[in-house]
């Protein structure tokens, strides 16, 4: 996992789930297997969060606040569906009101699959995230590219498009 320059805030939020992998997130933060001896620190407020763990799959419901959620964090970021219903929509994918899991709505970056995903699938998804995490960080190429103007992306764009 290497050196990880400060702890990592993580966003935990249910979209449409039956509750079954919330409760082993919940679970992760026990001292029976204590995800935070990993830095992590569980956060509600989305503007100090650096790793966004979502659960259940996405509807017309909660497709907009998910959305909101993501926007508001600060950069880097990274993104983590736990749970099949959060990665596909799972079983509940042909019902009228659900649209698809969190990247019909968000770019996700990790997905730990399951029904209910367990404890030590979403631990080995939080250490990814935190790997993942740190590499952007440290890459001055992604940091540059956080503050990048608009027209600096629509000029990048366009030599892209001419080559």
Not at 99 to 117: E, H, S
Request: charged letters at 25%; one cysteine or more; glycine letters at 8%.
């Amino acid at each position: 996992m290497g050196n990880v320059k400060r702890s990592p805030w993580l966003l935990h939020y249910d979209g449409s789930s039956c509750n079954g992998c919330d409760i082993e997130v919940l679970a992760c933060l026990t001292p029976v297997y204590d995800a935070e001896r990993f830095g992590i620190i569980n956060t509600g407020d989305p503007m100090q969060a650096d790793i966004f763990l979502i659960t259940g799959g996405i509807n017309k419901a909660n497709q907009e606040v998910v959305r909101q959620l993501y926007n508001q964090m600060p950069r880097p970021k990274v993104v983590v569906a736990v749970g099949v219903c959060a990665c596909t929509g799972g079983v509940f994918k042909e019902c009228y009101n659900i649209i698809g899991g969190a990247d019909t709505t968000i770019p996700v970056d990790i997905y730990v699959p399951g029904c209910a995903a367990r404890p030590q699938a979403i631990i080995d998804g939080i250490v990814k995230a935190i790997a993942l995490w740190q590499e952007k960080a440290n890459n001055p190429e992604y940091v540059h590219a956080m503050y990048e103007s608009q027209e600096e992306k629509e000029e990048k764009a366009e030599k892209e498009e001419n080559k």
